[in-house]
């Protein structure tokens, strides 16, 4: 079957990094995308990766490892305004993406 | 960036009545835009992906009679409602895919419409 897995909630200090993993399983492979999504509002584009290794974008960046099934986001100099829900989602052979079920991120100051 | 707009963003309706939901590539072509629904504190659920042209494909257990999707042209997709019931209520998000050649296969979403059926 397929699945994406990711942690349900995390917490972390303004200023600071975190790191969010996922794990995918997906029948075919064709990318594994980032969306933040602040709450009542539509997840918007953060990263695509479909090559091994590290993309980097500004205080953003986004591993993947193909072999591995494994990808994460790292966020850099944590502001309040981070305070959103981190969606993990690979794109499978018919170029649908299976999302996981996203992962709360709380600043504290 | 590629801008997806949807229409309207909130709707309250009267049980029973049918809603449009339109979604707007504004600066692409998407040959297929994607159809999500949100409920509170879950993740996106895929209703149906609509390829301009043709017959939307609808995912198990989505009543393409009650969620008719129409997508006549290269940059608008419609979700109409049909017959809403309280139950219907629920954040509806569009998608577009946008083709940009190489290996970028990039969907953009439309900000989501939210509908409440009274």
């Known amino acids: 079957g397929q699945n994406i897995d990711q942690p349900t909630e995390m917490t972390a200090t303004e200023g600071a990094i975190v790191q969010i993993n996922c794990t995918y399983q997906?029948?075919?492979?064709?990318?594994l995308f980032w969306y933040q999504q602040h709450a009542g509002e539509a997840p918007t584009f953060l990263s695509y990766?479909?090559l091994d290794g590290l993309e980097e974008k500004g205080r953003f960046s986004s591993f993947l490892s193909r072999s591995k099934g494994y990808s994460y986001l790292l966020l850099k100099e944590l502001q309040m305004k981070d305070s959103a829900s981190y969606l993990c989602a690979s794109m499978d052979s018919n170029y649908q993406l299976i999302w996981g079920a996203g992962t709360k991120l709380i600043i504290k100051p | 960036g590629a801008v997806v707009s949807q229409h309207p963003s909130r709707v309250i309706c009267k049980s029973g009545t049918s809603v449009k939901i339109e979604c707007r590539s504004l600066?692409?072509?998407?040959?297929?835009m994607f159809w999500y629904r949100q409920f509170p504190k879950q993740s996106l659920m895929l209703m149906a992906t609509s390829n301009e042209g043709s017959k939307a494909t609808y995912e198990q257990g989505v009543e393409k009679d009650k969620f008719l999707i129409n997508h006549a042209s290269l940059t608008l997709s419609t979700l109409t409602v049909t017959s809403a019931h309280p139950e219907d209520s629920s954040f509806y998000i569009c998608?577009?895919?946008?083709?940009?050649?190489?290996?970028?296969?990039?969907?953009?979403f439309g900000p989501g419409t939210r509908l409440t059926v009274l």
């Open positions: 990766n479909v």
């Open positions: 600066d692409f072509q998407a040959t297929t």
């Open positions: 997906t029948s075919g492979f064709n990318g």
């Open positions: 998608s577009a895919r946008r083709l940009a050649g190489g290996d970028t296969d990039t969907q953009y």
